[in-house]
């Protein structure tokens, strides 16, 4: 597995540094040179040569002018832009609340016919209920410390499980058994959470398998990941969203999903232990 889900951005972000070093070697500066013209200190150059600091878009503007090149600005700061939006933190995306991020997650589901998920930590959103995304949400705010917008939030996250009602959508759904074990919310939500789950298991648009506490580990529990038509996975770490789209990282996710659900049970026998998770909860 890769050493870290937030090196696509950066090898996105040491790409965009080296085309920087490029423009100042091209222009005949030195390091030094460039920063008086821009009018920082030289240790800031470095850095992001080094991509140790993301250039910001006054950065990239400075940086241009100082090498003479104002024709690429505009395509170097999409490009900044693109690698900003692979490591994104949650405090960034909830600033202003949590609904914009559950409307964005929305459109990935209505862009992508086929959605492998696999959940360490929490029921995925398109298979919650209210009252479960609610108590999930209030949590997540309150460690946060972001703007309370639970109710708009969960109104929008609940609508992207209309795709499973609609044709052109799969969705493939991994959990671990003890997201069945762990109480979100009081008991009766937990218990109605995982009734919700029995309901949908029927669906023709869904595959769902759990992983035993029990089962023999050929893959270690990973953080929570999507991956939307093979083009694109999403992990979810405790202080950011990751999007990753490198073909080598895509492959590392797509194998680890085959090998977890090579452990996973199915049918009757995932339903024995919702059911048994069902009792415990009440």
Known sequence: ????????????????????????KDAGLTGREL??????????????????????????????????????VADLIAT?????????????????GMRRAQEDWTARHEQAAMCRVYASNAVPGFLQTPAYATALMESITSFQGTPR??????????????????GGHRFVVLLEEWVLRSLIGDQITQAAQLAHLLTVMPLPSVSLGIVPLTAQRTMWPLEAFYVFDDRQAAVETLTAEVNISQPREL?????????????????????RLINSAIDSAG
């Open 35 to 72: 920063s008086a013209r821009c009018g920082w200190h030289p240790a800031k150059t470095s850095r992001i040569q080094k991509a140790e600091i993301a250039a910001s878009d006054a950065d990239i503007r400075a940086w241009c002018t100082a090498c003479g090149a104002e024709d690429q």
């Open 1 to 24: 597995m890769s050493s870290s889900p937030s090196s696509s951005a950066q090898a996105a972000r040491e790409a965009l540094a080296v085309r920087l070093s490029h423009l100042r």
């Open 149 to 166: 917008d639970i109710t708009e939030a969960v109104a929008a996250r609940i609508t992207r499980s209309r795709y499973m009602y609609e």
């Open 80 to 96: 900044g832009r693109a690698v900003d939006s692979l490591y994104q933190e949650w405090r960034r995306l909830h600033k202003n």
């Open 251 to 271: 492959a590392d996710y797509l194998k680890a999903f085959s090998i977890l659900s090579k452990m996973a049970v199915y049918g009757d026998d995932a339903r």
